[in-house]
């Protein structure tokens, strides 16, 4: 029995090398399709990426041309109502005259007509006043003309008077307020 075990022996190794030389070609085919197949993915991988930054910057395209268009339809409204503020400081100016005399009625009444009406126009459009007699001057919404020395101590470095309205557009400013400070 021997012999028959040393035969054996002998011949397991032969035959454990056949059986690796025909693993052998299935194994590198698996490995090369999984190398295939782990190229493929990270192809995906980077398809899909560069798929997500081009929609993410379409959309911010998309979002700022939008902002753009709205802004300019802002200002070229603007340049309009800067135009009719003028008007608007005649009217003021009338109203201002009227009162004084004892005249008409009719042209007191008619005059204050018109100067609501288009203020009210304007404000639909996004007109506002600056609020500034008595507040604290702020160089963001007023223009000092002239400063006068404060009657009392709590008016120092607060708008005393009005000289002409400032207005804001959609909150930004289109014309400062001047006004008179308190020193």
Do not use: W
Not at 104 to 122: C, F, H, M, V, W
């Amino acid at each position: 029995m021997s012999k028959k075990k040393e035969k054996v022996n002998q011949e397991a190794p032969e035959i454990e090398k056949e059986a690796k030389t025909e693993e052998n070609p299935l194994e590198e085919k698996i490995a090369e399709m999984e190398e295939k197949l782990k190229s493929a993915e990270e192809k995906a991988s980077s398809v899909k990426n560069d798929y997500h930054r081009l929609y993410a910057e379409f959309d911010t395209f998309r979002r700022r041309t939008a902002e753009e268009k709205l802004e300019l339809v802002k200002s070229a409204s603007s340049d309009t109502i800067k135009g009719l503020l003028p008007v608007l400081d005649d009217c003021e100016i009338a109203l201002a005259q009227l009162e004084k005399s004892t005249d008409s009625d009719a042209a007191k009444e008619g005059t204050l007509l018109i100067y609501n009406k288009l203020k009210a126009y304007l404000k639909t459009r996004g007109l506002e006043t600056i609020d500034a007699k008595g507040k604290e001057f702020d160089t963001e919404f007023h223009e000092a003309v002239t400063m006068f020395p404060a009657p009392d101590e709590s008016l120092k470095g607060k708008v005393i008077d009005v000289v002409q309205n400032g207005y804001t557009l959609y909150g930004k400013v289109i014309r400062y307020a001047k006004v008179i400070v308190g020193a």
